[in-house]
């Protein structure tokens, strides 16, 4: 890894995990499954820092507030956000542009000489969308920042665009590794990437839960590709070679796959991919009779794998580099658009927060947006914002959530 982002180590106790009644659960409200087990949620557990030990969520710092002062002046400009809006993995694209569209209207509203449009396009996450898209983006003379793109791989194909054109591109949920070492003068990440994701959990399944055969399937997307490889390397034998699978993101029939793993017996899955295909895959796994414990990272944690999945979704432990919402927070997200907030919606929020605020200071060209982005240092709701020169934080840790 480049930059000064540290490889998380998580160690957990089992305890730790299973307990509902800890202090980090006590911060907000679970995300709740709309269909399906209506019984089942996912539960935050325990931040972790790079030894794996619990660390409260710092609330010494009140974040920072979109409305800011109300005295705010600016000629008509806009933020964009990319991402995908439709298709089987909307739910993680619609949960950052809501964040993103909550900070900017608590703004306009607060500040009438200052009236910022969020201009939102839908990528579908389909990277060759996402590239039809970034000129129309770029293009626009008023646009001078863009929330996204979403995933990894539509990051990827758009980054070179977005740099060219000096056109400050935050992510709230991309997570591939590499995406910071393409030479990028304006890509920012709003959380962990997946080095630091990936070891956290093979380490956490190695050492705390302690299993001895781990089967670990990725979706062959550079998200599901770049995380199963950080997996893959840190479990080392663990990682069984007899069960070391690629599916395809969009399939729903897993029979192949769940024969090879049930063919070696592993304490644990590790799918690597988004809600999508997971909810079908545990649902068979679960059918197959197997007792697998089944992990998965950020891709997976949408209350939409709970309704897909229902019932067979109880137990999964989930990993991600996103932050919870505070009460305060989940109560204007879900006033506005009846509905809590999901994963990446903190993020969404936090640098929706971020591209006000420069403008507010009378960051109204690229550049000067880009120079604001570069020597930030700030409390948001889920975490502190300060970047490297690679666009990745400085400081990152990692959430555990569980299905109950």
């Not at 509203?109 to 009236?115: D, F, I, L, R, V």
């Amino acid at each position: 890894m480049r930059g000064r982002v540290a490889r998380s180590a998580l160690a957990l106790t089992s305890a730790g995990l299973l307990a509902l009644g800890m202090a980090g659960c006590s911060q907000s409200a679970p995300e709740e499954s709309s269909g399906g087990d209506s019984d089942l949620a996912i539960v935050e557990q325990v931040q972790i820092d790079e030894n794996g030990a619990e660390v409260q969520a710092d609330s010494s710092t009140a974040p920072a507030d979109p409305a800011g002062d109300g005295n705010a002046t600016c000629p008509p400009v806009s933020i964009a956000m990319a991402g995908a809006l439709t298709g089987p993995d909307a739910a993680l694209g619609i949960n950052i542009r809501d964040g993103v569209q909550l900070a900017v209207d608590k703004h306009n509203e607060a500040n009438p000489g200052c009236q910022i449009q969020l201009k939102t396009f839908d990528t579908e996450g389909d990277p060759q969308k996402a590239t039809a898209i970034a000129p129309q983006i770029v293009d626009d003379q008023y646009t001078i920042g863009l929330i996204g793109p979403a995933f990894s791989g539509e990051t990827k194909a758009t980054g070179d665009v977005f740099s060219q054109a000096g056109l400050t591109a935050a992510t709230a949920s991309a997570t591939n590794v590499t995406l910071s070492e393409q030479g990028w003068r304006t890509f920012f990440r709003g959380l962990a990437n997946d080095g630091v994701q990936g070891p956290s959990v093979a380490n956490y399944m190695k050492n705390t839960l302690n299993m001895q055969k781990v089967c670990v399937v990725d979706d062959s997307t550079d998200y599901g590709l770049g995380l199963a490889q950080a997996i893959r390397d840190t479990l080392g034998p663990v990682a069984d070679a007899g069960c070391n699978i690629s599916v395809k993101k969009g399939d729903k029939d897993f029979s192949a796959a769940i024969t090879q793993i049930n063919g070696v017996s592993p304490e644990g899955v590790f799918y690597s991919g988004y809600y999508a295909e997971a909810a079908p895959f545990v649902q068979q796994l679960r059918d197959s009779g197997s007792e697998a414990t089944f992990v998965s990272g950020d891709g997976v944690k949408d209350p939409e794998f709970v309704k897909q999945a229902g019932s067979s979704s109880k137990d999964s432990v989930i990993s991600c580099p996103c932050g919870p919402a505070s009460e305060a927070f989940a109560q204007e997200y879900t006033d506005k658009f009846s509905q809590a907030p999901g994963t990446y919606s903190t993020e969404g929020y936090d640098l929706g927060t971020i591209m006000v605020k420069a403008i507010d200071s009378g960051a109204i060209t690229r550049q000067a947006v880009l120079d604001f982005f570069t020597n930030y240092d700030g409390q948001g709701v889920a975490r502190r914002y300060q970047w490297n020169p690679e666009g990745e934080l400085t400081t990152s840790l990692i959430w555990m959530y569980k299905v109950q």
